[in-house]
């Protein structure tokens, strides 16, 4: 397979930097999309590329030219459109979160294990050298045990109608950035003994059940502590993460949108070193590696069990902040 036939379900704006930009570096065939809004489609479509509109989510999905299906819908429809792509055979790289909560997650990924069909979460600040840059740096001793991880995640507020505030939806704050500061989280366990527990949530809520803000505190088996911080009504954007070790931290300046940022400052004693990893988006960096998957069978560094223990996380964090579970 010398490039990926794509199947695109709806006509988001993050379609355009997550899917449309990478699939155009990297040679793969945007072949078709669906909207509920076929004037929408139309619109994508002569934007992006996209080889045929047609008429219906399903209808993408079955279509025999395509190989593979995107899923950038709303938090709700994740599942259910995965679940579909899953029973026609076709690899789908969906946006996060992975479902509505642990008990749907876990469906999905059954089915795809049933079938044998590849279903990944779009973590894709894991695929970045910033992200990766920072576990070599625990790897190779260099900041020694680690004691913290912080992540702070912060954005000025979606419009009043914006999905993200539906409930209906699945929308709030922890759905849509809190998931990488969970996930992060536990991407780091490895280095503390363990997956963490959280400890300590609080969020304040827009309207009954939806999520503006979000703090979660965890504690590693090692002792050691994270922290993520998250805001869907701050004034500017801030998405940031730190590993604070026994010899030395390190700092990304950026680790979601390394090719607006690609610093990385290490600091050892007395001395800060200021790294610069690459401005090459992480969609890149993903859709290469998924599609390199697909092709090639090459490993991939997470997979739908991730998925699930992501979202069983969520799940706690909802509950210990006292709100429900999506």
Not at 260 to 265: A, F, K, L, Q, Y
Not at 296 to 314: E, H, K, R, T, W
């Amino acid at each position: 397979m010398s490039g990926l036939r794509i199947g695109v379900l709806g006509a988001s704006r993050i379609a355009e930097v997550a899917l449309v930009e990478p699939a155009h570096i990297l040679g793969h065939r945007l072949v078709a999309c669906a909207a509920r809004d076929r004037g929408r489609a139309e619109i994508f479509a002569e934007k992006c590329g996209v080889e045929r509109i047609l008429d219906s989510y399903d209808a993408v999905v079955a279509d025999s030219e395509v190989d593979v299906i995107y899923n950038p819908l709303a938090n709700s429809l994740h599942a259910p459109w995965n679940l579909a792509a899953i029973r026609a055979g076709k690899p789908v790289l969906t946006e996060k979160p992975f479902a509505r909560d642990r008990a749907e997650a876990a469906q999905v990924a059954d089915a795809a294990a049933a079938a044998g069909v590849t279903v990944m979460e779009g973590f894709h600040y894991l695929f970045h050298p910033v992200t990766r840059r920072l576990q070599q740096l625990l790897e190779d001793g260099s900041l020694g045990e680690l004691r913290h991880v912080e992540i702070v995640m912060r954005m000025p507020a979606p419009e009043p109608d914006d999905l993200r505030w539906s409930l209906d939806l699945a929308g709030g704050v922890m759905m849509d950035l809190g998931c990488y500061g969970l996930h992060a989280a536990r991407l780091f366990g490895k280095y503390a003994g363990g997956i963490p527990e959280i400890a300590l949530a609080t969020a304040v809520e827009r309207h009954p059940g939806v999520d503006e803000s979000f703090d979660v505190a965890l504690q590693y088996p090692s002792g050691a502590t994270a922290t993520s911080s998250n805001s869907m009504i701050d004034p500017d954007y801030l998405f940031t993460l730190a590993v604070f070790g026994s010899k030395g931290e390190a700092f990304a300046h950026n680790f979601i949108k390394p090719n607006e940022d690609d610093r990385v400052s290490v600091t050892v004693g007395s001395t800060t070193t200021v790294e610069h990893l690459g401005t090459r988006t992480s969609y890149t960096y993903q859709l290469e590696s998924f599609a390199d998957h697909v092709s090639n069978g090459s490993p991939l560094p997470l997979d739908a069990a991730d998925a699930v223990a992501n979202m069983a996380m969520i799940d706690d964090a909802y509950r210990k902040a006292g709100v429900s579970p999506r």
